[in-house]
């Protein structure tokens, strides 16, 4: 199924619909599963051959100059948003660049689950606060939003009316070093609702790793996490992807920097939400990933990376 995300734009007097790019990404499936270290090389070429992204501020600029702007001033491109925040230990030279937060994902999947690896670039890391537990977007943390089934509307509309909207969140600290640290929001007769309960959050783990200043920043750390495909079943999953599947995602990175709540945040690679679904597509690849596998496969790659644009 082609999913088709409208903005409208206005010329003079005259409503317009444009179509923001769909676009595709091969998904590479693991040879053997990796170890949840939050260290990409702890077997050689362990993430060789999976599916990367840069997610950041200035990855937003270029997606702008290939894509197209939403808003120029509030670098918002076509496929994804620099939301980040100055806060108030923050210079105007830092907040909101590369120099705030800074990021590389790897992603791939096997029978069992879907994986990821996030190497981040963090010039302060704040994991406490929020008010209730499921405030998840008041910690540093990666988010993946997904679309299990590929539906048309994962997203939410004006009314406040949900389809079929997953969310995964891990926090940048060790696994159940909190209640806090593993979020699941799921769609609940077309409303959102969170979970931090560990038996709902069965078959969704992952490792941490403090970086130090590894990647060039001052609280630099790792994620690696794993989501079986038993855990989404028991939310929305109709069956587990087999070669060929589609399925919709966008990756959320959130930067509070010592904010009180919510300090900011990078959509990356696709819109999270919205009246109709902005989602990219996976699509499940049997391309081997793994030790022997070669080299990651670059986003840009247009042998492994398909764009198309409603007339």
Known sequence: MRKVALTMVLVGATSIWAAPPYRVFELPKFTQPPVLDGNRFTVADEWAGTLAFECSPSQILRDGAEFG????????????????VQSATEGAAVARTDADI??????????EALYYITEVRDN????VGGERLESWWERDSMSLYVDLNNEDNPGGDPNGVYVNLNIVNFVAAPMNSSPVTRTLETT?????QATQDPDALEGFTYGFRDAGDEFGGEAD???????????????????RPTVGSLMGFTW???????DDAYGGQIQCVAWAGGAQSEFA??????????PGA?????????????ATFAQ
């Open 124 to 127: 302060a890391r704040d994991v």
């Open 188 to 192: 609940v007769q077309n409303t959102r």
């Open 102 to 111: 800074f990021s590389n994902i790897w992603q791939a999947w096997d029978d």
């Open 221 to 239: 750390y790792v994620i690696e996490g794993k989501m079986e495909w038993d855990a989404f079943m028991r939310v929305n999953l109709n069956s």
């Open 294 to 306: 070669g080299t990651p496969v670059e986003a840009d790659s247009w042998g492994r990376v398909k």
């Open 252 to 258: 959320l990175l959130l930067d509070p920097d010592g």
């Open 281 to 290: 597509d996976w699509s499940f690849s049997n391309m081997p990933a793994g």
């Open 69 to 84: 702007w939403r808003n120029l001033e509030q670098q918002a491109s076509e496929v994804s948003v620099n939301q980040l």
